[in-house]
């Protein structure tokens, strides 16, 4: 690869792959390895989905692309599909390409109907690449770390009984950017009861609520969508990932007060591939084939499976210290090694992900993955462990 900028913080470790097959993919030479990162955590419903490929052939032979004074009207059927599982009855959709992209989106959104000049979010969120939630001015960005406070008799986190919670600025506060449990990639999940509190003083001051699904949306944690485990139903709400199933679609829904509250104002967003059918088209027949298979219900299952197959494996001698998950996205915290057993396990065909600084292992396998594949990963992890 002498001509590509390889920018990703990750190193190439195949760089002849050429073919997949739901989890597995495959060389140049028909070497067999098993995907438990979905990619980048995007093939929800598995590479090379037969259903999703059906799909883009057919559109990709009629219309792809629109433009600022003509669509087409799979973006309306999609986005009420979109609205339905969000749970926002009423809202509106946009559709972009990237999780990036309807983070920031939806961020300009709030900000041009909040009053109040700051967001508040946790230090330890990521949004995406580039723009707003990215930068976390001062001036604008409230950051606030849960997993250090002054909650006694807590083990989960801060839970709202503190003075680094009462010390929020929530007068100064219009917006709660809520990334409900990915971590940056670490996988944790802050209590009920704090997020409780926090969606209560927004909602008191007016203020607007959004979720940042593009990580934990789409069946990820076992349900539609990780803020689901709340308990409560945010205005906006950026989805990215999954909904492509490797195909650059992002969609931003926003609740039907917002919209009018956004009506009044001079709000403008545009750019080349907006309100595209083709990806339109991708999410939808994403989300039918969840709800078809039943993925919610198996990711749910397999996820506890996985999770208690991993944990089975802790002990005073292990040197894995911690298995935390939701769905079939999980994270496994190591005592020491975890680069060693990263490179193991890549040695004997699986991928998973290694957090940058940090002894950490990150599991997203597809939705569609059959239990005979955690089975055969429980085995080889606890080979390569104990070795």
Request: proline share 3%.
């Amino acid at each position: 690869m002498k001509h590509i900028i390889w920018s990703t913080g990750h190193q190439i470790k195949f760089d002849t792959i050429v073919n997949s097959d739901n989890c597995y993919l495959f060389d140049s030479k028909g070497n067999k390895l098993i995907d438990l990162e979905s990619g980048v955590w995007c093939t929800s419903v598995g590479h090379n989905n037969k259903r999703v490929n059906d799909v883009i052939t057919s559109q990709i032979n009629k219309i792809t692309h629109t433009g600022f004074c003509y669509c087409h009207p799979q973006i309306e059927v999609t986005a009420q599909k979109v609205l339905e599982i969000t749970g926002i009855n009423n809202g509106k959709c946009e559709f972009l390409c990237s999780g990036s992209e309807v983070v920031e989106y939806g961020i300009r959104i709030a900000r041009a109907i909040s009053t109040k000049p700051l967001v508040l979010t946790f230090s330890d969120s990521y949004f995406g690449a580039y723009g707003d939630a990215v930068t976390k001015n001062t001036n604008q960005w409230h950051t606030f770390n849960w997993l250090e406070c002054g909650c006694e008799n807590s083990v989960n986190g801060c839970s709202g009984e503190c003075n680094s919670f009462k010390n929020i600025p929530f007068d100064k506060i219009g917006i709660f950017l809520f990334e409900p449990g990915s971590s940056s990639g670490l996988v944790r999940f802050p209590s009920i009861e704090l997020i409780s509190k926090i969606v209560e003083k927004i909602k008191e001051n007016g203020g607007v609520i959004m979720c940042n699904e593009v990580t934990t949306g789409i069946g990820r944690t076992g349900k539609w969508f990780g803020y689901q485990h709340y308990g409560f139903t945010p205005d906006i709400v950026a989805i990215g990932k999954g909904v492509g199933n490797g195909y650059p679609v992002s969609i931003t829904a926003v609740s039907n007060s917002v919209i009018e509250q956004l009506q009044k104002t001079n709000f403008k967003y545009s750019q080349s591939h907006q309100n595209d059918p083709l990806g339109a088209f991708v999410a939808s027949e994403v989300i039918d084939i969840i709800e078809q298979e039943q993925l919610l219900e198996k990711s749910k299952e397999l996820g506890q499976y996985l999770i208690q197959g991993l944990s089975n494996l802790i002990s005073e001698k292990s040197i894995v210290k911690e298995v935390r998950g939701r769905g079939l996205m999980l994270a496994i915290e190591f005592k020491r090694n975890a680069q060693k057993v990263y490179e193991e396990l890549l040695n004997r065909g699986y991928i998973v992900a290694k957090r940058p600084n940090a002894e950490v292992l990150r599991l997203d396998p597809a939705l569609t993955i059959d239990k005979s594949e955690i089975d055969l990963f429980l085995k080889t992890f606890a080979e390569v462990i104990t070795a």
